[in-house]
């Protein structure tokens, strides 16, 4: 059996969740899911950063929903952090955004099309705050330390890096497991994107589509195949959400999802510490 090393083993396993992107300038839609999210973090005992964007910059199409914006949304999703208790996640784009973000975020996320941008990442090391990098769809996972390397240049080794699929011919990803303890065997904790895993992009002409009943299998397989933490957006009404509805999960199935997958995890450390000299 394959075993992480001491310190990934070790790693508080974590939940990144939320909507994909923050679709009122209220914030309620934003609000109700995170209030669902600080109960099952309090039923679990589980650490869970709560992610929306206040900007979807790679939609497909040009008339599709962006989001508030940055200003907006940063006072909006800080609003939340004040009400709920959560960390918080949010994508950034460019290095003024990282800088600005960064004041106010516990976790800067850098999307999957600009992995290797190298003055994005460098500007959301210098921030110092944890970094999320999600890996590019036409990466290998043995790639990824290049990108993790251009953050940790700036002293901050505080980096995970996210598995969301790799592109398969047209509008499809798949995911190889074997990812994970690749990407680990470099020194990296890997959370594991149930949700985009299952997007299909482009599949709806001008928007993305997506078959959301798959991504708990995935979770669960990703969980035991040993990630250090789960990424899933959720919504209390995917169907009538402006950004990968179709790939999103219901609120109702976050709870026994993640009580699955933390009792998987009981047990591969169970059999772990058996084979451990």
Not at 100 to 119: N, S
Not at 120 to 129: P, Q
């Amino acid at each position: 059996m394959m075993n992480l090393s001491p310190n990934l083993s070790e790693k508080e396993f974590i939940v990144i969740a939320g909507p994909c992107v923050i679709e009122d300038d209220d914030g309620v839609i934003t609000r109700q899911t995170a209030k669902h999210l600080k109960a099952v973090a309090d039923r679990l005992s589980l650490k869970i950063y709560f992610k929306s964007s206040y900007d979807k910059a790679n939609r497909s199409s040009i008339y599709s929903y962006r989001g508030p914006g940055l200003k907006k949304g940063l006072q909006i999703l800080e609003s939340v952090r004040d009400e709920y208790g959560l960390p918080l996640l949010t994508d950034v784009h460019s290095p003024e955004e990282a800088q600005k973000a960064g004041k106010v975020i516990d976790m800067l996320q850098i999307p999957a099309f600009l992995c290797r941008q190298t003055d994005l990442l460098v500007a959301a090391g210098e921030t110092g705050k944890s970094i999320n990098i999600k890996k590019g769809q036409f990466l290998s996972p043995k790639d990824v330390i290049h990108c993790a390397e251009k953050v940790k240049s700036t002293g901050n080794l505080d980096v995970y890096i996210t598995e969301r699929g790799s592109t398969f011919g047209y509008n499809n990803l798949v995911v190889d497991m074997r990812s994970i303890p690749i990407i680990q065997g470099n020194g990296l904790p890997l959370i594991f994107d149930a949700t985009h895993s299952v997007q299909l992009p482009g599949g709806a002409g001008s928007s993305s589509s997506g078959e959301r009943q798959y991504a708990p299998i995935l979770a669960r397989a990703a969980v035991a195949a040993g990630c250090n933490g789960l990424f899933m957006e959720t919504h209390p009404n995917p169907n009538s959400a402006p950004s990968d509805g179709a790939n999103m999960l219901p609120l109702e199935w976050v709870e026994p999802l993640l009580t699955t997958c933390l009792a998987l995890r009981e047990v591969l450390h169970k059999e772990t510490a058996l084979v451990t000299p």
